[in-house]
């Protein structure tokens, strides 16, 4: 009786769970040559894939890819978090701020600010400017609208 040693290479799946060290580049744009983020330096990060964790352009680059590898690729802003859509930058009543924000928050332009509206809706905004009646917000991705440079090693695939 012989034994066979199972062969089969662990590949990525559109339904995998995925530790990996990534690194996001931003290569377009005012911010070219930023560092978006890095986790090489630091603790690996897991992904659940098909889950919407990630844009579905970053996911698809990950299809495929051995247990193990890395992988560079450069993606368009539509491969990666689309365009910046101006629809997407909103003004805010202070009035739903305050029902929605603890009293005590303070915010200042360039600040993320996360919230819930009269809806049960999350939203989460860059904010852009502020008076006395509302905020100027923009829900666009901070990605959207930029190429960006994906670096990515796969350290294990369940």
């Excluded at 995998?16 to 603790?43: E, K, W």
């Excluded at 005590?104 to 006395?132: E, I, N």
């Excluded at 666009?140 to 930029?146: D, I, K, S, V, Y």
Aim: with cysteine.
């Amino acid at each position: 009786m012989s034994l066979e040693t199972d062969t089969c290479e662990q590949l990525v799946r559109a339904d995998s769970y995925l530790t990996l060290h990534y690194c996001i580049q931003i290569m377009s744009g005012p911010a070219a040559g930023t560092v978006f983020i890095n986790t090489f330096d630091s603790r690996p990060a897991t992904l659940q894939l098909g889950v919407g964790q990630w844009a579905d352009g970053l996911e698809a680059v990950l299809i495929g890819l051995r247990e193990g590898s890395t992988h560079h690729v450069d993606l368009t802003p539509e491969q990666a978090y689309g365009e910046r859509n101006p629809a997407l930058v909103q003004w805010v009543s202070q009035r739903l701020l305050q029902e929605n924000l603890a009293q005590d928050q303070a915010f200042q332009p360039g600040d993320t600010v996360a919230f819930q509206a009269q809806d049960g809706t999350r939203y989460s905004g860059v904010l852009k400017q502020s008076t006395d009646e509302s905020a100027l917000f923009d829900f666009n991705h901070p990605l959207a609208g930029a190429a960006i440079r994906l670096d990515v090693k796969i350290l294990g695939i369940l």
